[in-house]
């Protein structure tokens, strides 16, 4: 049995900084690429970041790019979201999620397994 559980999250004001990570069991954790996406109130299911199986490739999506960091330690099985200088645009809850492919993707359809989210709220 698969499962993603995600920490890490919480209230901060704007400004403040956050480490999020989700640890992985049931699976070959470095055979996925690993992504976070977020979801805030009443708004689709968005990309975040991903990062590739082994070599660290990793992507990001243009409104948390500079400020959002990416990184895994597949001994470890987990993989975390850095995220600097948070903004209230930042509230959502945010999901890691595993896709069995060599590529970086930023579509939700290609991620087959999911964690159940932590909650990230940035105050003004």
């Known amino acids: 049995q698969v499962q993603l559980v995600e920490s890490g999250g919480g209230l901060v004001q704007a400004g403040d900084s956050l480490r999020l990570s989700c640890a992985a069991s049931?699976?070959?954790?470095?055979?996925?690429?690993m992504g976070w996406f977020r979801q805030a109130p009443g708004k689709e299911r968005e990309f975040v970041a991903a990062?590739?199986?082994?070599?660290?490739?990793?992507r990001y999506s243009d409104s948390v790019r500079g400020r959002f960091t990416i990184s895994r330690e597949n001994a470890k099985s987990t993989v975390y979201l850095q995220m600097n200088s948070l903004n209230p645009e930042d509230t959502a809850v945010y999901y890691c999620a595993a896709d069995r492919s060599s590529y970086v993707r930023s579509t939700v359809y290609y991620y087959e397994y999911w964690g159940q989210g932590t909650q990230v709220t940035v105050s003004s």
């Open positions: 049931g699976l070959t954790f470095s055979n996925y690429a």
């Open positions: 990062i590739s199986r082994s070599d660290g490739a990793a």
